[in-house]
């Protein structure tokens, strides 16, 4: 299991178009894949969850990976969050 | 599925959110005494009379809940000359207290009020009585501090029972709440499920704010359940009685054949009927989850049909090695039974062909 502490860059926040980014990034991988703000964790494969957050720019969250390619999907989305999803 | 998440608990709420609830929610006329801001906290769910307090023991004072002056403290006060009786709320004041209620219309002496809102404390009165005012502020309060936490699934009210489903992503949660919901039954919420434990014994489940009966379907977006099937496709909340966790079929794990032992599963230390439910092709899941309702209805109404059938199984066999213990004197009786075993339902097909 991995765990990434990241926070929010682009300045609509999480809205839809980077949720769906993030969904359809975490879905190439097999492992697990969760967000947690505010002690409420959520599963991150689902856009639902993601948007639920509804978190603004400067929100941090806590990513937890967990399966056979976690390493990878932790830098790949590691660095779509850093990279304010193209938005900044 | 992980149900060992660590329960969440609001920290504190304010008096202002306290009153109005009360005034605006549970329909209680509570009249403000003085003007003080609403502002402080209150952090626990239970209440204090604060009658000892007042009579000057004030070791284990909890000043931080709220306070109830009924009757008793209400003519405990009055009892006193204005001096002395300045000087025994004075034994409260000093306190950070979140507010004073009092109950039954009881009045409340001018210079207690000012000393009161010189230490910014909030007094209001209502014409409740005081087991009756009790009783709501705890509940509102019970409800508010609950413990509670997000899960991943879909809650269905399926013919009145709240059925939880979950399993991993892209299984078709979704899909089953969506036909379920087709079917007549009422989503709840999707994806993102809050459970709150009400009381010691009973979770209770609802949906998220901003996401309401908004769904999402794969390889067709979002869709808003509510405004496709009208009101009576959606409720706000619903008990939790059976959880089902949907999994794909594998052959080496063991699925339950009889319900005669249904397992349960803890969530926010609550026992749950657990039921692991494998699925393939060509599978209807949501009729299996239709009879899934009902089967847990009746049983609730006191027919189990897996002690039933084991029952008829019993008295069965205990016919036939009674049968069997006959035979053997069957000489001796000059009685000979017609039929024995009776195996068909029917024991004689009349002419009933086409």
Same mark, same amino acid.
């Given at each position: 299991?991995?765990? $990434? ?25 097999? %492992? ?13 494969? %689902?856009?639902? %969850? ?13 990513? $937890? ?9 932790? $830098? ?13 | ?221 979002? +869709? ?13 909340? =619903? ?12 052959? =080496? ?13 803890? +969530? ?10 494998? +699925?393939?092709?060509?599978?209807? +899941? ?69």
């Amino acid at each position: 299991m991995i765990t $990434r502490e990241v926070t929010i860059v682009n300045k609509a926040g999480l809205h839809t178009r980077p949720a769906a980014a993030l969904v359809k990034l975490a879905a190439k991988f097999k %492992s697990d894949f969760f967000i947690e703000k505010d002690g409420i964790e959520v599963n991150a494969k %689902s856009i639902i %969850s993601v948007m639920m957050l509804a978190a603004p720019k400067g929100t941090k969250l806590k990513l $937890r990976f967990n399966g056979v390619d976690e390493e990878d999907a932790a $830098r790949e989305i590691t660095k779509l969050f850093e990279d304010g999803f193209g938005e900044v | 599925m992980d149900f060992n998440k660590q329960p969440l608990k609001k920290k504190d709420i304010t008096v202002a959110e306290l009153y109005d609830a009360l005034t605006e929610r549970l329909g209680v006329s509570l009249e403000r005494l003085n003007k003080v801001s609403l502002n402080r906290k209150i952090v626990e769910r239970d209440i204090h009379r604060p009658g000892l307090a007042l009579a000057g023991f004030t070791n284990l004072f909890t000043y931080q809940r709220v306070q109830i002056l009924g009757n008793t403290e209400s003519r405990f006060l009055k009892q006193f000359s204005p001096e002395k009786r300045r000087e025994v709320f004075a034994n409260i004041t000093p306190y950070k207290i979140p507010c004073i209620c009092i109950t039954d219309a009881n009045d409340f002496d001018k210079d207690l009020l000012k000393m009161a809102t010189e230490a910014r404390i909030p007094v209001f009165r209502t014409s409740l009585s005081t087991t009756k005012f009790i009783y709501l502020v705890t509940d509102f309060l019970d409800d508010q501090f609950a413990p509670y936490q997000v899960f991943h699934g879909s809650m269905v009210d399926v013919y009145g029972i709240g059925m939880f489903f979950t399993g991993r992503s892209g299984i078709g949660k979704s899909e089953i709440a969506l036909d379920l919901v087709e079917r007549g039954h009422r989503l709840v919420a999707d994806d993102a499920v809050v459970i709150t434990r009400k009381g010691e014994s009973v979770l209770m489940a609802s949906g998220m704010e901003t996401i309401g009966h908004f769904m999402e379907i794969r390889g067709l977006g979002f +869709i808003n359940v509510e405004k496709i099937f009208g009101v009576r496709a959606v409720r706000y909340q =619903k008990r939790l009685e059976i959880v089902v966790e949907l999994m794909e079929w594998d052959s =080496k794990t063991e699925y339950d054949r009889t319900g005669l032992a249904p397992k349960n599963t803890d +969530i926010l230390g609550v026992p749950i009927q657990h039921i692991q439910l494998p +699925i393939y092709p060509g599978k209807n +899941i949501t009729v299996i989850a239709e009879v899934m309702a009902l089967n847990y209805l009746l049983k609730h109404y006191g027919y189990d049909p897996a002690q039933e059938l084991d029952k008829r199984v019993l008295e069965k066999i205990a016919e036939q090695s009674k049968d069997d213990k006959k035979k053997k004197f069957a000489f001796s009786a000059n009685k000979v039974k017609r039929n024995p075993k009776k195996s068909r339902a029917i024991e004689y097909f009349e002419h009933d062909f086409e």
